[in-house]
């Protein structure tokens, strides 16, 4: 694991690492803000998983999210969206699939088996990287946006007693009923409907082990709200098993980092607050 | 003047507009963020004069300032830092001259002449537009980071009563002196250096009709310190005529918007008090 870049902020330091990644089989890079608390010792972290077109960066430069973080002492780790430096059939064609597009799910159909293991990598080799070199202890939570708020809500629901909170900004909800992830889960998984349930949170959450509470941020005015984003399908999932679940329309925000950014805040504090975290 | 780009931000608006620049002779695009406030009353604004490279949309996305702007009801105008859509011979080969790097002053030398004259367009023009369109009142103030630290000085020491407030981030501030502003100054106001002195801070300051104080942040870290921004001469020229100036040398940070967003909040807030804004 090398360190590529380092930024003081907000009393706290702003970095990117490289690392070989046997999960996927490439070089990955990703990006950790370290709280100044972390100086002293080891601090909880939130799993930020973006969406698509992205990497680890965005977050980390449009989110405003470090001076929340630096108060509450919450580290947070940005994942790539998908491996990289491979050039296999087709994985740059498209905005919605391959590269930049991972969907934060373990591939089983060819060529993407080898190499598109997203799932594994942001639940399993990156948490035990990250706090195996940095002063990160092994509580933390996870969120994310649009195609990242899927994988969060994911992630949280097939990992009882892994995460302490979950939220997502604009997720995918129902990624089996929606062109976007019709397109990922059946070029990665197949079409092996059963396979592709495992990784849609309005299916998981029927029968989820824990009842960890979701908070979902949503803008009213989001493009793809209607077509790829299907909240209400989570929520009507959600109440039929008594899951606790938190849907806030955000009255004409849409689906950029300019509302992430917004209500990030909130999202920082709710994770903070089950992570046993209190402001300074 | 023509709306290209909106995005509901802290109950506010962050905008991008095109219009047809009669000071450059260019179509030019800048971003403006209009607070809740704005819906009400017009409000005051607060001039961002960028960096090399950069355009308008660069504070826009990364300093994060638009949560304190929206709790003080302070607008931001961030132009762009030069004339585009010209292909000037030379004029995109280097990254601190030509495009990008317009360095908000009134070339006299060929064939820059004809459209870089920045100063103008960011003190007078723009300003006029902003005002006439949209809900921001005449009462200003200017900041900017490092060539446009230079520029947010250079434009209120100028401009006795024009800015109620100027503060900067890493500015480059006597130019006349190191390798950008030599580069800069040369190329579009030719070898005279009585020429170049109407654009260097610390030599303006020695003879400013107004006593505006002057904010500045300087990373200790900053790759550019000591070749190119020379603060400690902006320092001994204000100390020289009792000019009021504080200098916060900030320990570890560097040249990087994430340097400006640790510290943005309390530009604003010094702005918004010369301004006589107080928090809702």
Chains 1, 2 share one sequence.
């Not at 396979?195 to 849609?200: I, K, Q, R, T, V």
């Amino acid at each position: 694991m090398e360190m590529i870049a380092e930024n003081r902020c907000f009393g706290g330091y702003q970095r990117r690492y490289q690392h070989d990644s046997r999960t996927l089989g490439v070089t990955m890079t990703f990006s950790v803000y370290l709280p100044p608390q972390a100086e002293k010792a080891p601090v909880p972290a939130m799993y930020w998983l973006s969406g698509l077109t992205c990497t680890d960066e965005n977050f980390v430069q449009k989110a405003g999210a470090q001076r929340v973080a630096a108060e509450l002492g919450l580290a947070i780790v940005c994942p790539d969206t998908s491996p990289r430096g491979t050039d296999l059939p087709g994985e740059h064609d498209s905005y919605d699939f391959g590269s930049g597009a991972g969907f934060y799910v373990n591939a089983t159909q060819e060529p993407w088996a080898a190499h598109y293991r997203m799932y594994d990598y942001v639940t399993e080799e990156l948490p035990a990287l990250v706090r195996e070199h940095l002063p990160v202890s092994d509580r933390c939570s996870i969120s994310g946006h649009s195609m990242g708020g899927h994988g969060a809500l994911v992630c949280a629901l097939r990992n009882p007693g892994r995460y302490q909170a979950v939220s997502a900004f604009a997720p995918i909800c129902n990624p089996s009923d929606v062109p976007w992830g019709q397109k990922a889960l059946g070029g990665y998984l197949g079409d092996d409907k059963a396979a592709w349930a495992e990784y849609d949170a309005s299916l998981l959450v029927l029968q989820a082990a824990e009842r960890l509470p979701i908070l979902i941020d949503q803008g009213s005015h989001d493009n793809f709200l209607e077509e790829q984003l299907a909240p209400d399908a989570l929520v009507k999932a959600c109440q039929s098993v008594n899951h606790p679940v938190e849907l806030r329309m955000q009255s004409g925000y849409d689906h950029s980092y300019f509302f992430i950014a917004t209500f990030i805040e909130d999202h920082l504090r709710h994770h903070a607050a089950a992570l046993g975290l209190s402001p300074r």
